[in-house]
């Protein structure tokens, strides 16, 4: 089966600091990977080069057996490669309405005027609300986004990513600087995506993580450590020593 996503010896330099060291890494479609490593470890370096931020010093990067190693980030998105961020990119005087009809006007290749058929019914805002629907954000459909509560605004990122209809999709922390109690709620949407739709979580939160992944890979100062199962990992002694504390993870 080819992967969704694959990345193959992938180095990454910083002047003389080695921020990726070779990594090797791949996704079966409809994934449900984690990829976790104490801070510095170099996961949203490895994310950047996925996506086209950084350009990968060694390396290739393969998206459903096509190489995407040098197309720009736009053109990674066309091929079904989305990602959300550590720190929200949204537009705060928007509305989510709005947000995400905009990124599915740029998905389908609509003009510039796509504010103007907003409200009017049609397609695009059709689209949007029900991608909203799914994420449980009908309801602020026409709040300003910056009202919104930061976890709400978290889910609007990645329904925005979800917009695009993507066959990998990143998730760069998307529980960080969440509340308690709104974290069940990026929990159960990360865990509702669609499986034609594969995943790579990048994320601190351990509780979430091994209550989402199949797949972990521990990355350490660039290189992967191991990869496993979600109990493989938590009784490697290698990753409770440097990650999950001696406790490790009931």
């Not at 995407?68 to 989305?82: E, F, I, K, Y």
């Not at 796509?114 to 309801?139: N, P, T, Y």
């Not at 990645?158 to 600087?177: C, F, H, K, N, S």
Request: charged share 20%; with cysteine.
């Amino acid at each position: 089966m080819t992967p969704a996503l694959e990345t193959i010896g992938l180095t990454h330099h910083f002047g003389a600091f080695c921020a990726t060291d070779s990594v090797s890494l791949s996704l079966p479609p409809g994934a449900r990977h984690a990829l976790i490593g104490p801070n510095g470890a170099g996961k949203t370096t490895l994310v950047n080069l996925l996506t086209g931020v950084l350009r990968p010093g060694a390396g290739r990067i393969l998206l459903a057996g096509e190489e995407v190693t040098g197309l720009a980030q736009d053109r990674r998105v066309r091929r079904g490669l989305s990602r959300t961020f550590q720190i929200n990119q949204l537009f705060p005087e928007m509305t989510p309405l709005q947000s995400v009809s905009l990124a599915v006007s740029r998905r389908l290749g609509r003009d510039g005027a796509w504010w103007r058929r907003l409200g009017h019914g049609g397609a695009v805002a059709e689209e949007a609300a029900e991608i909203l629907g799914r994420f449980g954000l009908s309801d602020a459909m026409g709040r300003r986004v910056g009202d919104l509560p930061y976890g709400r605004q978290r889910l609007l990122e990645v329904a925005l990513a979800i917009a695009a209809r993507p066959r990998v999709l990143l998730l760069d922390e998307p529980a960080a600087g969440v509340p308690e109690a709104e974290r069940e709620d990026i929990l159960a949407a990360v865990a509702a995506l669609p499986r034609e739709v594969a995943v790579l979580l990048i994320e601190h939160d351990m509780d979430l993580v091994f209550r989402f992944a199949e797949r972990i890979t521990v990355l350490v100062a660039g290189a992967m450590l191991m990869e496993g199962t979600p109990a493989e990992v938590a009784a490697d002694p290698r990753v409770r020593a440097v990650y999950l504390g001696e406790g490790g993870h009931d």
